[in-house]
């Protein structure tokens, strides 16, 4: 089954190296695409289920609200070692610049209504502390 464009999920990074956290801030940020590659524009940052789905089993925390606007994923020991998808951006950071850390964001789409949004939060494991 394909989804078409307008009904994927879009994804965001933030990279982190020990210099960037020194300063309270991120390597880098931007739009993922679903092999895990840093991509310039939101268009091109098309995933669908199946590629979200890869998310699960990571601590998903949300941005407070009991339906949340985004779910944020944090990459483990194992992913900063093999940097494979969707953690393929980790092996990108700055020349010269450790990375220690990242996180994948997965944000609501428009078009999904709030109980089906929560399924797919319910299906990632995420749980509502609120």
């Given at each position: ?68 606007r ?59 502390r609120?």
């Amino acid at each position: 089954m394909t989804i078409s464009e307008d009904k994927g999920f879009k994804a965001t990074f933030d990279l982190i190296t020990a210099e960037s956290c020194e300063h309270g801030d991120h390597a880098a940020c931007g739009w993922l695409s679903w092999l895990g590659d840093m991509v310039d524009n939101a268009c091109d940052s098309h995933w669908d289920l199946q590629d979200i789905l890869r998310l699960k089993g990571y601590r998903l925390e949300g941005d407070g609200s009991s339906v949340p606007r985004w779910l944020s994923a944090e990459a483990d020991m194992s992913d900063l070692i093999h940097c494979a998808r969707p953690w393929a951006f980790l092996a990108d950071s700055p020349e010269d610049q450790e990375t220690i850390g990242g996180t994948i964001s997965i944000h609501r789409p428009d078009w999904i209504t709030d109980a089906s949004w929560l399924r797919v939060c319910r299906m990632l494991g995420w749980k509502n502390r609120y």
